[in-house]
T-cell receptor, first 114, second 111 residues
Framework: DGGITQSPKYLFRKEGQNVTLSCEQNLNHDAMYWYRQDPGQGLRLIYYSQIVNDFQKGDIAEGYSVSREKKESFPLTVTSAQKNPTAFYLC?????????????FGPGTRLLVL | GENVEQHPSTLSVQEGDSAVIKCTYSDSASNYFPWYKQELGKRPQLIIDIRSNVGEKKDQRIAVTLNKTAKHFSLHITETQPEDSAVYFCAGSTGRRALTFGSGTRLQVQP
């Protein structure tokens, strides 16, 4: 999982502002994922992508947007429509090939609202 | 979609004792069940996984069992050590979308 990087480690958002979280992987994985983790809670799926230029909504996609222009990159934008964005955001990647393969996580970005 | 229930939410054991965490899933098509360990402020790390064609898998002090008929799977940690203290998450997947995670179990190993 050392091949997945996320930046920044901490991010502060002002009200009404859009912010973008970066996720890059050099594992040659086809699939990438974004999860949100609230304090003391599990991981909830925001978006995932199994191929370049295609992505699917997860369970809590409202207020978020993504793009997948390159295999290595899957940035997440937290828009002003997301009213409660304070959370720990985790990116993950995996291979695909007919069955679920192991997901490896990045170190996470902690988003705080000013 | 898939729903994964995990219990207990907290578990405290004495060092050297065993710990068991249980999960149930709803989608009978699920075929992959990983377990992750997350230390405070860190990323989840895979510790063991099992696929639906296997009933049990062991890796040193850690084992996972799967009962497809009952749709539940369990994590067993033997000879617990203080460094086992963390939050453990189970997850399930049908292979057609991302993992669905349980809500986590906070394991505290008392020295």
């Amino acid at each position: 999982d050392g091949g997945i990087t996320q930046s920044p480690k901490y991010l502060f958002r002002k009200e009404g502002q859009n912010v973008t979280l970066s996720c890059e992987q050099n594992l040659n994985h086809d699939a990438m994922y974004w999860y949100r983790q609230d304090p003391g809670q599990g991981l909830r799926l925001i978006y995932y992508s199994q191929i370049v230029n295609d992505f699917q909504k997860g369970d809590i996609a409202e207020g978020y947007s993504v793009s997948r222009e390159k295999k290595e990159s899957f940035p997440l934008t937290v828009t002003s429509a997301q009213k409660n964005p304070t959370a720990f955001y985790l990116c993950a990647s995996s291979t695909i090939g007919g069955r679920q393969e192991t997901q490896y996580f990045g170190p996470g970005t902690r988003l705080l609202v000013l | 979609g898939e729903n994964v229930e995990q219990h207990p939410s907290t578990l405290s054991v004495q060092e050297g004792d065993s710990a068991v965490i249980k999960c149930t899933y709803s989608d009978s098509a699920s075929n992959y069940f990983p377990w992750y360990k997350q230390e405070l402020g860190k990323r989840p790390q895979l510790i063991i996984d099992i696929r639906s064609n296997v009933g049990e898998k062991k890796d040193q002090r850690i084992a996972v069992t799967l009962n497809k008929t009952a749709k539940h799977f369990s994590l067993h940690i033997t000879e617990t050590q203080p460094e086992d203290s963390a939050v453990y998450f189970c997850a399930g997947s049908t292979g057609r979308r991302a993992l669905t995670f349980g809500s986590g179990t906070r394991l505290q190993v008392q020295p």
